[in-house]
């Protein structure tokens, strides 16, 4: 996506993060439960950039909980509506 080499020193931690958020989420719909929250919000966009990444794959491969939840929340339409492509759209517009 950046042209960016990925830096392998940071892998470790990058893991750990991902084996967090997937304990966090659990089994459930969303962070804190059945019901979209702040939290949701706050991840998603972060996770959506992230999945654009070469690194993705490795990392999200085990947690395949946060692989749904993000396709749950990037189906949502106001997330679909706030893209970088849909936000640069509407700046170009205006």
Same mark, same amino acid.
Request: aromatic share 10%.
């Given at each position: 996506?950046m042209?960016?080499?990925?830096?392998e020193?940071?892998m470790p931690?990058?893991?750990?993060?991902f084996? !967090?958020?997937?304990?966090?989420l659990g089994?459930?719909?969303f962070?804190?439960g059945?019901?979209?929250?702040l939290?949701?919000?706050?991840?998603a966009?972060?996770?959506?950039?992230?999945?654009?990444?070469p !690194?993705?794959?490795?990392?999200s491969?085990p947690?395949?909980?946060?692989v749904?939840?993000?396709a749950?929340?990037e189906?949502?339409p106001?997330?679909g509506?706030t893209t970088? !492509?849909?936000?640069?759209e509407?700046?170009q517009?205006?």
């Amino acid at each position: 996506m950046m042209a960016l080499t990925p830096d392998e020193a940071a892998m470790p931690k990058a893991r750990s993060v991902f084996a !967090e958020l997937a304990r966090l989420l659990g089994g459930q719909s969303f962070f804190t439960g059945e019901t979209m929250t702040l939290a949701d919000l706050l991840v998603a966009p972060q996770l959506a950039f992230f999945a654009q990444t070469p !690194e993705w794959e490795v990392l999200s491969a085990p947690h395949k909980n946060l692989v749904a939840w993000l396709a749950r929340m990037e189906a949502r339409p106001s997330f679909g509506a706030t893209t970088w !492509e849909r936000v640069t759209e509407m700046a170009q517009a205006a």
